[in-house]
Protein backbone atom coordinates (compact mmCIF):
# COMPACT_ATOMS: atom_id res chain seq x y z
CA UNK A 1 0.00 0.00 0.00
CA UNK A 2 1.35 3.78 -0.88
CA UNK A 3 3.10 4.46 0.57
CA UNK A 4 4.06 0.65 0.19
CA UNK A 5 6.47 0.01 -3.06
CA UNK A 6 8.10 -3.20 -3.96
CA UNK A 7 9.97 -3.99 -6.84
CA UNK A 8 7.89 -6.36 -8.87
CA UNK A 9 11.19 -7.34 -10.73
CA UNK A 10 12.61 -8.76 -7.17
CA UNK A 11 9.63 -10.72 -6.28
CA UNK A 12 9.49 -12.31 -10.03
CA UNK A 13 13.03 -12.95 -9.78
CA UNK A 14 12.89 -14.72 -6.51
CA UNK A 15 9.95 -16.48 -7.75
CA UNK A 16 12.08 -17.76 -11.06
CA UNK A 17 14.74 -19.08 -8.59
CA UNK A 18 12.15 -20.39 -6.23
CA UNK A 19 11.09 -22.61 -9.03
CA UNK A 20 14.60 -23.28 -10.67
CA UNK A 21 16.15 -25.02 -7.64
CA UNK A 22 16.13 -27.92 -6.90
CA UNK A 23 15.71 -29.51 -3.46
CA UNK A 24 17.88 -32.55 -2.67
CA UNK A 25 16.55 -35.50 -0.26
CA UNK A 26 19.14 -36.52 2.49
CA UNK A 27 20.66 -39.82 1.90
CA UNK A 28 21.43 -42.48 4.30
CA UNK A 29 24.75 -41.50 6.95
CA UNK A 30 27.29 -44.74 7.48
CA UNK A 31 28.53 -45.25 11.36
CA UNK A 32 31.84 -43.76 10.16
CA UNK A 33 30.29 -40.16 8.87
CA UNK A 34 31.35 -37.32 10.34
CA UNK A 35 30.80 -33.43 9.89
CA UNK A 36 33.64 -32.30 7.97
CA UNK A 37 32.92 -28.51 8.60
CA UNK A 38 35.09 -26.49 10.77
CA UNK A 39 34.34 -23.96 12.81
CA UNK A 40 30.78 -25.12 12.17
CA UNK A 41 28.87 -23.14 15.13
CA UNK A 42 31.29 -20.06 14.71
CA UNK A 43 32.59 -20.43 18.06
CA UNK A 44 35.84 -19.64 17.02
CA UNK A 45 34.66 -16.48 15.47
CA UNK A 46 35.18 -16.17 11.73
CA UNK A 47 37.54 -18.55 11.89
CA UNK A 48 37.84 -21.00 8.55
CA UNK A 49 35.48 -18.80 6.88
CA UNK A 50 35.78 -15.95 4.39
CA UNK A 51 32.98 -13.36 3.85
CA UNK A 52 33.18 -11.45 0.97
CA UNK A 53 32.84 -7.49 1.51
CA UNK A 54 33.30 -8.15 5.01
CA UNK A 55 29.90 -8.62 5.13
CA UNK A 56 29.95 -11.36 8.48
CA UNK A 57 30.26 -10.95 11.63
CA UNK A 58 29.76 -13.71 14.52
CA UNK A 59 26.60 -12.59 17.00
CA UNK A 60 26.35 -13.59 20.47
CA UNK A 61 21.91 -13.89 19.59
CA UNK A 62 20.14 -15.36 18.35
CA UNK A 63 22.09 -18.47 18.18
CA UNK A 64 21.01 -21.92 17.40
CA UNK A 65 23.03 -23.68 19.77
CA UNK A 66 26.06 -22.69 21.46
CA UNK A 67 27.51 -19.17 22.24
CA UNK A 68 28.14 -18.03 18.52
CA UNK A 69 26.19 -17.24 14.97
CA UNK A 70 27.10 -15.98 11.63
CA UNK A 71 25.40 -13.31 10.93
CA UNK A 72 25.81 -11.84 7.22
CA UNK A 73 24.30 -8.40 5.54
CA UNK A 74 23.96 -7.99 1.88
CA UNK A 75 24.75 -4.29 0.63
CA UNK A 76 24.52 -3.05 -2.41
CA UNK A 77 25.08 -5.49 -5.26
CA UNK A 78 27.05 -7.77 -2.77
CA UNK A 79 24.93 -10.41 -1.59
CA UNK A 80 26.71 -11.35 1.70
CA UNK A 81 28.54 -14.80 0.59
CA UNK A 82 30.16 -16.52 3.67
CA UNK A 83 32.48 -19.68 2.55
CA UNK A 84 34.64 -22.17 3.80
CA UNK A 85 37.09 -24.82 1.69
CA UNK A 86 35.92 -28.19 3.41
CA UNK A 87 38.33 -31.43 3.31
CA UNK A 88 36.04 -34.42 1.44
CA UNK A 89 37.21 -37.75 -0.26
CA UNK A 90 36.38 -38.49 -3.98
CA UNK A 91 33.70 -40.73 -4.89
CA UNK A 92 31.15 -40.01 -1.89
CA UNK A 93 27.95 -38.27 -0.99
CA UNK A 94 27.77 -35.94 1.42
CA UNK A 95 24.66 -34.28 3.47
CA UNK A 96 25.23 -30.31 3.66
CA UNK A 97 22.91 -28.74 6.08
CA UNK A 98 22.39 -25.79 8.15
CA UNK A 99 20.39 -23.94 10.43
CA UNK A 100 19.15 -20.13 9.12
CA UNK A 101 17.14 -17.43 10.42
CA UNK A 102 16.47 -14.13 9.22
CA UNK A 103 16.47 -12.65 5.81
CA UNK A 104 16.55 -14.62 2.59
CA UNK A 105 19.01 -17.57 2.86
CA UNK A 106 21.17 -19.85 0.48
CA UNK A 107 22.97 -22.73 0.81
CA UNK A 108 25.26 -24.18 -1.27
CA UNK A 109 28.64 -26.18 -2.58
CA UNK A 110 30.63 -25.40 -5.57
CA UNK A 111 33.52 -27.82 -6.72
CA UNK A 112 32.29 -30.77 -6.32
CA UNK A 113 33.81 -32.64 -9.64
CA UNK A 114 29.80 -33.57 -10.24
CA UNK A 115 26.78 -31.38 -10.00
CA UNK A 116 26.88 -28.37 -7.44
CA UNK A 117 23.99 -27.81 -5.40
CA UNK A 118 22.10 -25.24 -3.84
CA UNK A 119 19.24 -24.74 -1.57
CA UNK A 120 17.25 -21.73 -0.17
CA UNK A 121 14.64 -20.35 2.16
CA UNK A 122 12.46 -16.75 1.83
CA UNK A 123 12.50 -14.94 5.40
CA UNK A 124 12.54 -16.06 8.33
CA UNK A 125 11.85 -15.15 12.29
CA UNK A 126 13.07 -18.24 13.55
CA UNK A 127 15.53 -20.94 13.12
CA UNK A 128 14.76 -23.43 10.01
CA UNK A 129 17.27 -25.89 8.59
CA UNK A 130 18.02 -26.30 5.16
CA UNK A 131 19.22 -29.09 3.68
CA UNK A 132 20.58 -30.80 0.74
CA UNK A 133 23.21 -33.43 -0.40
CA UNK A 134 26.38 -33.51 -3.15
CA UNK A 135 28.71 -36.12 -4.79
CA UNK A 136 31.91 -36.04 -5.13
CA UNK A 137 34.05 -36.41 -8.42
CA UNK A 138 36.57 -39.36 -8.36
CA UNK A 139 39.62 -36.58 -7.91
CA UNK A 140 38.00 -34.06 -5.74
CA UNK A 141 39.44 -33.55 -2.05
CA UNK A 142 38.24 -30.26 -1.24
CA UNK A 143 34.71 -28.83 -1.51
CA UNK A 144 33.93 -24.97 -1.18
CA UNK A 145 30.21 -24.31 0.71
CA UNK A 146 28.85 -21.03 1.20
CA UNK A 147 26.05 -19.22 2.43
CA UNK A 148 24.70 -16.08 1.06
CA UNK A 149 21.56 -13.41 1.25
CA UNK A 150 20.00 -11.52 -1.19
CA UNK A 151 20.65 -8.15 -2.51
CA UNK A 152 19.32 -5.88 -0.72
CA UNK A 153 17.55 -7.77 1.51
CA UNK A 154 17.55 -7.83 5.22
CA UNK A 155 20.68 -9.47 7.44
CA UNK A 156 20.75 -13.35 7.51
CA UNK A 157 21.82 -15.71 10.53
CA UNK A 158 23.50 -19.24 10.15
CA UNK A 159 24.66 -21.65 12.44
CA UNK A 160 25.64 -25.52 13.11
CA UNK A 161 26.61 -26.12 9.47
CA UNK A 162 27.19 -29.63 8.60
CA UNK A 163 28.86 -31.54 5.76
CA UNK A 164 28.05 -34.99 6.84
CA UNK A 165 29.66 -37.96 5.20
CA UNK A 166 32.86 -40.21 4.99
CA UNK A 167 36.01 -38.19 7.06
CA UNK A 168 37.84 -36.41 4.25
CA UNK A 169 40.87 -36.15 6.78
CA UNK A 170 40.44 -32.10 7.24
CA UNK A 171 39.09 -32.69 10.82
CA UNK A 172 35.62 -32.57 12.59
CA UNK A 173 34.19 -30.21 15.71
CA UNK A 174 33.69 -32.20 18.78
CA UNK A 175 30.18 -34.02 19.78
CA UNK A 176 27.42 -32.25 21.64
CA UNK A 177 27.07 -32.97 25.10
CA UNK A 178 23.03 -33.26 26.95
CA UNK A 179 22.56 -29.47 27.74
CA UNK A 180 21.26 -28.44 30.80
CA UNK A 181 17.52 -27.61 32.28
CA UNK A 182 16.56 -24.33 30.93
CA UNK A 183 16.47 -21.35 33.58
CA UNK A 184 14.35 -18.18 34.26
CA UNK A 185 10.88 -20.07 32.92
CA UNK A 186 7.92 -17.41 33.28
CA UNK A 187 4.63 -16.56 31.93
CA UNK A 188 4.91 -13.70 29.84
CA UNK A 189 1.25 -13.48 28.65
CA UNK A 190 -2.23 -15.01 28.88
CA UNK A 191 -5.53 -15.02 27.07
CA UNK A 192 -8.57 -16.61 27.58
CA UNK A 193 -7.32 -19.50 25.34
CA UNK A 194 -3.12 -19.41 25.15
CA UNK A 195 -0.33 -18.50 27.58
CA UNK A 196 2.87 -17.38 26.39
CA UNK A 197 6.37 -18.13 28.03
CA UNK A 198 9.83 -16.99 27.99
CA UNK A 199 12.98 -18.77 29.18
CA UNK A 200 16.96 -18.05 29.32
CA UNK A 201 18.42 -19.71 26.21
CA UNK A 202 21.03 -23.04 27.14
CA UNK A 203 24.26 -23.26 25.79
CA UNK A 204 24.44 -26.03 23.37
CA UNK A 205 20.89 -26.78 22.89
CA UNK A 206 19.57 -26.78 19.43
CA UNK A 207 15.36 -27.25 20.05
CA UNK A 208 13.05 -26.64 23.02
CA UNK A 209 10.29 -28.94 23.96
CA UNK A 210 7.50 -27.64 26.08
CA UNK A 211 5.03 -29.54 28.83
CA UNK A 212 1.64 -29.08 29.88
CA UNK A 213 1.02 -30.68 33.09
CA UNK A 214 3.59 -33.18 32.50
CA UNK A 215 2.57 -33.66 28.43
CA UNK A 216 4.46 -32.52 25.79
CA UNK A 217 2.14 -30.18 23.68
CA UNK A 218 5.18 -28.47 21.48
CA UNK A 219 9.10 -28.19 20.12
CA UNK A 220 10.34 -25.05 18.96
CA UNK A 221 13.98 -23.71 18.23
CA UNK A 222 14.13 -20.33 19.92
CA UNK A 223 13.90 -19.39 23.86
CA UNK A 224 9.69 -18.46 23.93
CA UNK A 225 6.57 -19.95 22.77
CA UNK A 226 3.17 -19.78 22.91
CA UNK A 227 0.64 -22.47 23.66
CA UNK A 228 -2.82 -22.39 22.29
CA UNK A 229 -5.87 -24.47 22.65
CA UNK A 230 -6.72 -23.62 26.34
CA UNK A 231 -9.52 -23.24 28.21
CA UNK A 232 -10.55 -19.91 29.88
CA UNK A 233 -10.44 -19.07 33.51
CA UNK A 234 -8.01 -22.34 34.01
CA UNK A 235 -4.59 -23.15 35.56
CA UNK A 236 -1.67 -24.97 33.74
CA UNK A 237 1.30 -25.95 35.00
CA UNK A 238 4.58 -25.15 32.54
CA UNK A 239 7.84 -26.93 32.05
CA UNK A 240 10.59 -26.79 29.47
CA UNK A 241 13.17 -29.13 28.53
CA UNK A 242 16.43 -28.08 26.24
CA UNK A 243 17.67 -30.75 22.93
CA UNK A 244 20.13 -31.40 21.07
CA UNK A 245 21.47 -34.59 19.26
CA UNK A 246 23.17 -35.92 22.12
CA UNK A 247 19.90 -36.12 24.06
CA UNK A 248 17.20 -33.90 26.23
CA UNK A 249 18.04 -32.12 29.37
CA UNK A 250 15.73 -32.68 32.48
CA UNK A 251 12.83 -30.51 32.73
CA UNK A 252 13.04 -27.36 34.50
CA UNK A 253 11.49 -26.06 37.06
CA UNK A 254 7.21 -25.38 37.01
CA UNK A 255 4.93 -22.28 36.32
CA UNK A 256 1.68 -21.35 36.48
CA UNK A 257 -0.38 -19.26 33.76
CA UNK A 258 -3.48 -18.99 34.30
CA UNK A 259 -5.96 -18.12 31.29
CA UNK A 260 -8.05 -15.31 31.79
CA UNK A 261 -12.07 -15.83 32.15
CA UNK A 262 -13.16 -14.64 28.82
CA UNK A 263 -11.91 -14.51 25.46
CA UNK A 264 -12.32 -13.55 21.54
CA UNK A 265 -11.18 -13.57 18.13
CA UNK A 266 -11.37 -9.75 18.11
CA UNK A 267 -14.12 -9.71 15.42
CA UNK A 268 -16.48 -8.38 18.67
CA UNK A 269 -19.42 -6.42 16.95
CA UNK A 270 -18.60 -6.44 13.15
CA UNK A 271 -20.56 -7.84 10.55
CA UNK A 272 -19.61 -11.01 9.43
CA UNK A 273 -18.33 -9.86 6.22
CA UNK A 274 -16.14 -6.71 6.50
CA UNK A 275 -14.30 -4.07 4.40
CA UNK A 276 -11.15 -2.56 5.58
CA UNK A 277 -9.92 0.94 4.42
CA UNK A 278 -6.68 2.85 5.43
CA UNK A 279 -7.47 6.78 5.80
CA UNK A 280 -4.20 8.45 5.03
CA UNK A 281 -2.95 10.62 8.22
CA UNK A 282 -0.81 12.92 5.27
CA UNK A 283 -1.45 14.58 1.58
CA UNK A 284 0.32 12.49 -1.13
CA UNK A 285 -2.06 14.09 -3.90
CA UNK A 286 -5.22 11.68 -3.25
CA UNK A 287 -8.08 13.10 -1.11
CA UNK A 288 -6.97 14.79 2.23
CA UNK A 289 -10.33 13.13 4.84
CA UNK A 290 -11.40 13.81 8.19
CA UNK A 291 -12.47 10.54 9.97
CA UNK A 292 -15.84 11.89 9.84
CA UNK A 293 -15.51 12.05 5.85
CA UNK A 294 -14.89 8.32 5.21
CA UNK A 295 -17.14 6.18 3.65
CA UNK A 296 -19.77 4.37 5.85
CA UNK A 297 -19.29 1.48 3.33
CA UNK A 298 -15.65 0.76 5.46
CA UNK A 299 -16.48 -1.28 8.97
CA UNK A 300 -12.74 -0.99 10.07
CA UNK A 301 -10.90 2.13 9.76
CA UNK A 302 -6.62 1.69 9.73
CA UNK A 303 -5.57 4.76 10.64
CA UNK A 304 -1.98 4.95 8.99
CA UNK A 305 0.53 5.34 10.01
CA UNK A 306 2.54 5.42 13.77
CA UNK A 307 6.00 6.17 14.43
CA UNK A 308 8.71 4.93 15.57
CA UNK A 309 10.39 6.11 18.77
CA UNK A 310 13.80 6.27 20.14
CA UNK A 311 12.84 3.40 22.52
CA UNK A 312 13.41 0.29 21.26
CA UNK A 313 9.63 -1.06 19.28
CA UNK A 314 8.08 1.53 21.02
CA UNK A 315 5.71 3.47 18.66
CA UNK A 316 3.69 6.76 19.22
CA UNK A 317 1.30 8.74 17.03
CA UNK A 318 1.00 12.30 15.39
CA UNK A 319 -1.91 13.54 13.55
CA UNK A 320 -0.44 15.80 10.40
CA UNK A 321 -2.84 18.86 11.27
CA UNK A 322 -1.00 21.06 9.01
CA UNK A 323 -1.11 18.18 6.10
CA UNK A 324 -5.20 17.79 6.72
CA UNK A 325 -6.17 21.16 6.39
CA UNK A 326 -5.98 22.05 10.26
CA UNK A 327 -7.72 18.69 11.57
CA UNK A 328 -7.27 18.70 15.13
CA UNK A 329 -6.56 16.23 17.71
CA UNK A 330 -9.81 16.83 19.36
CA UNK A 331 -11.50 16.80 16.23
CA UNK A 332 -9.85 13.65 15.38
CA UNK A 333 -10.78 11.71 18.66
CA UNK A 334 -14.51 13.29 18.19
CA UNK A 335 -14.63 11.61 15.04
CA UNK A 336 -13.26 8.19 16.21
CA UNK A 337 -15.80 8.24 18.72
CA UNK A 338 -18.73 9.17 16.24
CA UNK A 339 -17.72 6.46 13.80
CA UNK A 340 -17.81 4.02 16.73
CA UNK A 341 -21.24 4.94 17.89
CA UNK A 342 -22.06 4.06 14.48
CA UNK A 343 -20.87 0.66 14.43
CA UNK A 344 -17.44 0.91 13.07
CA UNK A 345 -14.13 0.18 14.44
CA UNK A 346 -11.18 2.67 14.21
CA UNK A 347 -7.83 0.96 14.37
CA UNK A 348 -3.75 2.74 14.30
CA UNK A 349 -1.68 0.67 12.02
CA UNK A 350 2.23 0.21 12.39
CA UNK A 351 4.43 0.21 9.96
CA UNK A 352 4.15 0.87 5.73
CA UNK A 353 7.10 1.06 3.34
CA UNK A 354 9.21 3.45 5.36
CA UNK A 355 7.99 1.76 8.77
CA UNK A 356 11.13 1.44 10.77
CA UNK A 357 9.80 -0.75 13.73
CA UNK A 358 11.34 -3.40 14.89
CA UNK A 359 10.79 -5.88 17.81
CA UNK A 360 13.34 -8.30 18.05
CA UNK A 361 13.51 -8.75 21.97
CA UNK A 362 11.66 -9.31 25.03
CA UNK A 363 12.04 -6.09 25.76
CA UNK A 364 11.22 -4.15 22.58
CA UNK A 365 7.87 -6.36 22.72
CA UNK A 366 6.74 -4.98 26.23
CA UNK A 367 7.52 -1.70 24.87
CA UNK A 368 5.64 -2.15 21.61
CA UNK A 369 2.66 -3.93 23.57
CA UNK A 370 2.40 -0.92 26.06
CA UNK A 371 2.83 1.90 23.69
CA UNK A 372 0.22 0.54 21.57
CA UNK A 373 -2.00 0.36 24.54
CA UNK A 374 -1.53 3.68 25.71
CA UNK A 375 -2.36 4.99 22.14
CA UNK A 376 -5.48 3.14 22.33
CA UNK A 377 -6.41 4.74 25.51
CA UNK A 378 -4.85 8.17 24.57
CA UNK A 379 -7.36 7.93 21.22
CA UNK A 380 -9.87 5.54 21.65
CA UNK A 381 -8.64 2.93 18.76
CA UNK A 382 -10.07 -0.16 18.99
CA UNK A 383 -7.19 -2.04 18.01
CA UNK A 384 -3.35 -2.35 15.71
CA UNK A 385 -2.74 -3.27 12.07
CA UNK A 386 0.42 -4.75 11.60
CA UNK A 387 1.96 -3.65 8.12
CA UNK A 388 5.75 -4.11 8.57
CA UNK A 389 7.07 -4.05 5.52
CA UNK A 390 10.69 -4.64 6.24
CA UNK A 391 10.71 -7.67 7.90
CA UNK A 392 9.49 -8.62 11.62
CA UNK A 393 10.31 -11.41 14.09
CA UNK A 394 7.44 -13.93 14.66
CA UNK A 395 8.57 -14.82 18.36
CA UNK A 396 8.73 -11.42 19.99
CA UNK A 397 6.03 -10.03 16.92
CA UNK A 398 3.63 -12.67 18.65
CA UNK A 399 4.52 -12.10 22.39
CA UNK A 400 3.86 -8.29 22.14
CA UNK A 401 0.54 -8.77 20.58
CA UNK A 402 -0.76 -11.31 23.19
CA UNK A 403 0.53 -8.83 25.60
CA UNK A 404 -1.48 -6.21 24.31
CA UNK A 405 -4.49 -8.22 24.52
CA UNK A 406 -3.56 -9.33 27.41
CA UNK A 407 -4.23 -4.99 28.27
CA UNK A 408 -7.07 -4.73 26.31
CA UNK A 409 -9.21 -7.32 26.22
CA UNK A 410 -11.27 -9.52 24.09
CA UNK A 411 -12.38 -6.51 22.20
CA UNK A 412 -9.12 -5.96 20.54
CA UNK A 413 -9.30 -5.82 16.41
CA UNK A 414 -6.63 -6.85 15.33
CA UNK A 415 -5.58 -7.16 11.41
CA UNK A 416 -2.63 -7.52 9.72
CA UNK A 417 -1.13 -6.62 5.52
CA UNK A 418 1.40 -9.19 4.24
CA UNK A 419 2.52 -8.84 0.99
CA UNK A 420 2.39 -11.61 -1.08
CA UNK A 421 5.77 -13.10 -0.61
CA UNK A 422 5.25 -13.28 2.98
CA UNK A 423 2.11 -15.39 2.62
CA UNK A 424 3.92 -17.77 0.41
CA UNK A 425 4.70 -20.39 2.84
CA UNK A 426 3.65 -20.76 7.10
CA UNK A 427 7.54 -21.44 7.55
CA UNK A 428 7.75 -17.20 6.53
CA UNK A 429 8.12 -14.65 9.90
CA UNK A 430 4.64 -13.48 8.73
CA UNK A 431 2.60 -16.19 7.97
CA UNK A 432 4.23 -17.91 11.56
CA UNK A 433 2.95 -14.83 13.36
CA UNK A 434 -0.42 -14.61 11.89
CA UNK A 435 -0.74 -18.55 12.97
CA UNK A 436 0.81 -17.84 16.75
CA UNK A 437 -1.79 -14.83 17.53
CA UNK A 438 -4.95 -16.83 15.84
CA UNK A 439 -6.81 -16.68 18.69
CA UNK A 440 -6.43 -12.71 19.09
CA UNK A 441 -6.65 -12.19 15.16
CA UNK A 442 -9.74 -10.50 13.00
CA UNK A 443 -8.01 -10.44 10.03
CA UNK A 444 -5.28 -10.54 7.68
CA UNK A 445 -5.89 -8.72 4.22
CA UNK A 446 -2.71 -9.97 2.22
CA UNK A 447 -1.84 -6.68 -0.26
CA UNK A 448 -2.14 -8.54 -3.58
CA UNK A 449 -0.51 -5.32 -5.61
CA UNK A 450 3.09 -4.46 -6.12
CA UNK A 451 3.93 -7.69 -6.35
CA UNK A 452 5.16 -10.23 -9.07
CA UNK A 453 4.66 -13.37 -10.31
CA UNK A 454 3.63 -15.96 -7.01
CA UNK A 455 2.81 -19.62 -6.81
CA UNK A 456 -0.83 -20.47 -5.74
CA UNK A 457 -1.85 -23.54 -3.32
CA UNK A 458 -1.56 -25.75 -6.75
CA UNK A 459 1.57 -25.44 -7.37
CA UNK A 460 1.44 -23.26 -10.55
CA UNK A 461 2.87 -19.32 -10.68
CA UNK A 462 -0.27 -16.99 -11.22
CA UNK A 463 0.61 -13.07 -12.49
CA UNK A 464 -1.20 -10.18 -10.48
CA UNK A 465 -4.05 -8.48 -11.86
CA UNK A 466 -6.16 -11.46 -12.29
CA UNK A 467 -9.39 -13.49 -10.33
CA UNK A 468 -6.89 -16.53 -10.14
CA UNK A 469 -3.93 -14.38 -8.86
CA UNK A 470 -6.22 -13.23 -5.84
CA UNK A 471 -8.23 -16.70 -5.20
CA UNK A 472 -5.26 -19.09 -6.03
CA UNK A 473 -3.01 -17.21 -2.92
CA UNK A 474 -5.85 -16.54 -0.69
CA UNK A 475 -6.02 -20.31 -0.85
CA UNK A 476 -2.89 -20.60 0.46
CA UNK A 477 -4.00 -18.77 3.62
CA UNK A 478 -6.90 -21.01 3.92
CA UNK A 479 -5.43 -24.36 3.75
CA UNK A 480 -2.17 -23.20 5.84
CA UNK A 481 -4.43 -22.87 9.03
CA UNK A 482 -5.75 -19.31 8.69
CA UNK A 483 -9.64 -19.49 9.73
CA UNK A 484 -12.09 -18.30 6.45
CA UNK A 485 -13.38 -15.36 8.62
CA UNK A 486 -9.27 -14.63 8.91
CA UNK A 487 -8.96 -13.68 5.41
CA UNK A 488 -9.53 -10.94 3.35
CA UNK A 489 -8.65 -9.41 -0.02
CA UNK A 490 -6.37 -6.34 -0.15
CA UNK A 491 -6.76 -4.28 -3.45
CA UNK A 492 -5.68 -0.53 -4.49
CA UNK A 493 -8.56 1.87 -4.80
CA UNK A 494 -7.63 3.03 -7.91
CA UNK A 495 -4.49 3.22 -10.81
CA UNK A 496 -3.23 5.70 -8.62
CA UNK A 497 -3.06 4.34 -5.45
CA UNK A 498 -0.40 1.60 -6.42
CA UNK A 499 2.42 1.06 -8.32
CA UNK A 500 1.40 -2.03 -9.99
CA UNK A 501 -1.80 -4.54 -9.80
CA UNK A 502 -5.09 -2.57 -9.96
CA UNK A 503 -8.19 -4.42 -11.10
CA UNK A 504 -11.30 -3.52 -11.21
CA UNK A 505 -14.25 -3.71 -8.28
CA UNK A 506 -15.68 -6.41 -10.83
CA UNK A 507 -12.68 -8.67 -10.14
CA UNK A 508 -12.59 -8.50 -6.75
CA UNK A 509 -16.58 -9.45 -6.49
CA UNK A 510 -15.44 -12.38 -8.51
CA UNK A 511 -13.20 -13.79 -6.70
CA UNK A 512 -14.76 -12.77 -3.46
CA UNK A 513 -17.53 -15.07 -5.11
CA UNK A 514 -15.46 -17.63 -6.17
CA UNK A 515 -14.05 -18.21 -3.23
CA UNK A 516 -17.05 -17.69 -1.02
CA UNK A 517 -19.66 -19.52 -3.22
CA UNK A 518 -17.65 -21.01 -6.44
CA UNK A 519 -18.83 -19.16 -8.79
CA UNK A 520 -17.29 -16.36 -10.78
CA UNK A 521 -13.89 -18.26 -10.62
CA UNK A 522 -11.04 -17.88 -13.58
CA UNK A 523 -9.12 -21.05 -14.31
CA UNK A 524 -8.18 -22.16 -10.60
CA UNK A 525 -11.21 -23.23 -8.54
CA UNK A 526 -10.78 -23.78 -4.97
CA UNK A 527 -11.68 -27.56 -3.71
CA UNK A 528 -14.30 -26.12 -1.53
CA UNK A 529 -15.78 -23.11 -0.47
CA UNK A 530 -15.47 -20.85 2.22
CA UNK A 531 -18.39 -18.60 2.81
CA UNK A 532 -17.18 -17.14 6.29
CA UNK A 533 -14.28 -15.39 4.48
CA UNK A 534 -14.30 -12.05 6.14
CA UNK A 535 -14.59 -9.98 2.87
CA UNK A 536 -11.84 -7.33 1.35
CA UNK A 537 -9.54 -4.26 2.33
CA UNK A 538 -8.08 -1.25 0.13
CA UNK A 539 -5.65 1.15 -0.04
CA UNK A 540 -6.95 4.30 0.47
CA UNK A 541 -10.37 5.41 1.81
CA UNK A 542 -8.45 8.72 0.08
CA UNK A 543 -7.91 7.16 -2.95
CA UNK A 544 -11.56 5.72 -3.31
CA UNK A 545 -13.04 8.84 -2.43
CA UNK A 546 -10.97 10.42 -5.18
CA UNK A 547 -11.94 8.01 -7.59
CA UNK A 548 -15.86 8.92 -6.93
CA UNK A 549 -15.66 6.14 -4.28
CA UNK A 550 -16.06 3.70 -6.36
CA UNK A 551 -14.21 1.33 -5.02
CA UNK A 552 -16.43 1.14 -1.80
CA UNK A 553 -19.60 1.53 -3.68
CA UNK A 554 -18.84 -1.70 -5.79
CA UNK A 555 -17.19 -4.32 -3.41
CA UNK A 556 -18.14 -2.56 -0.67
CA UNK A 557 -22.06 -3.62 -1.12
CA UNK A 558 -20.78 -6.54 -2.34
CA UNK A 559 -19.42 -7.81 0.49
CA UNK A 560 -21.87 -6.84 2.54
CA UNK A 561 -24.65 -8.85 0.93
CA UNK A 562 -22.54 -12.13 1.13
CA UNK A 563 -24.51 -14.77 2.10
Excluded at 274 to 300: C, E, H, M, P, R
Excluded at 319 to 339: E, H, M, N, P, R
Excluded at 403 to 410: I, M, P, Q, T, Y
Aim: proline share 4%; with cysteine; net charge negative.
Amino acid sequence: MSPHRRSARLWASVATVALALTFAGTGQASAADVNNARNAGFESGLGNWTCSANSGTTVSSPVHSGAAALKATPAGQDNAQCSESVAVKPNSTYTLSAWVQGGYTYLGVTGTGTTDVSTWTPDSSSWKQLSTTFTTGSSTTSVTVYTHGWYGQAPYYADDISVFGPDGGGGSDPNPTVPAAPAGLSVSSTTSTSASLAWTAVSGATGYNVYRDGTKVTAVTGASATVTGLTASTSYSFQVTATNAAGESPKSGAVTATTAASGGNGNVSLPKHAVTGYWQNFNNGATVQKLSDVSSQYDIIAVAFADATSTPGAVTFNLDSAGLGGYTVDQFKADIKAKQAAGKKVIVSVGGQNGTISVSDSASATNFANSVYSLMQTYGFDGVDIDLENGLNATYMSQALHALASKAGSSLILTMAPQTIDMQSTSNSYFQTALNVKDILTVVNMQYYNSGSMLGCDGKVYSQGSVDFLTALACIQLQGGLSPSQVGLGLPASTSAAGSGYVSPTVVNNALDCLAKGTGCGSFKPSKTYPDLRGAMTWSTNWDASAGSSWSNSVGAHVHGLP
